[in-house]
């Protein structure tokens, strides 16, 4: 079992640029894949980027890619979202995730949610 807990969001410019951090707890931090999703009211939850408990390269939701870079430092059991040319439909509340598996997008594959953290994008 492994728990989250995500850095503040916030507010920024369209434009602008934000990074997300998720901190996790537990020895078993590196054999977690480890995941961002967001949800805006009334959504399903979408997915963000991941990368597998192997490390390697991040994949990216359509979205984002090109314009959010994932991160993970395992010796600081930490994650981050950099999220760069943000867009007001990147407003929505971000969340890190810890699971097992090879589907990485598909979020029921995580057992484990950060408390969330809202990130409002506007002019």
């Known amino acids: 079992q492994v728990s989250l807990v995500q850095s503040e969001g916030g507010w920024v410019q369209t434009g602008g640029s934000l990074r997300l951090s998720c901190s996790a707890s537990?020895?078993?931090?590196?054999?977690?894949?480890m995941a961002w999703f967001r949800q805006t009211p009334g959504k399903d939850r979408q997915f963000v980027a991941a990368?597998?408990?192997?490390?390697?390269?991040?994949q990216y939701g359509d979205s984002v890619k090109g314009r959010f870079t994932m991160t993970r430092d395992t010796a600081n059991l930490t994650i981050y979202l950099q999220m760069n040319s943000l867009r007001s439909d990147d407003s929505a509340v971000y969340y890190c995730?810890?699971?097992?598996?090879?589907?990485?997008?598909?979020?029921?594959?995580?057992?484990?949610w950060g408390q969330g953290t809202q990130v409002t994008v506007s002019a």
């Open positions: 995730a810890a699971g097992h598996g090879l589907q990485l997008w598909n979020k029921r594959l995580y057992t484990n």
């Open positions: 537990g020895r078993t931090f590196r054999h977690y894949a």
């Open positions: 990368i597998s408990w192997t490390g390697g390269n991040a």
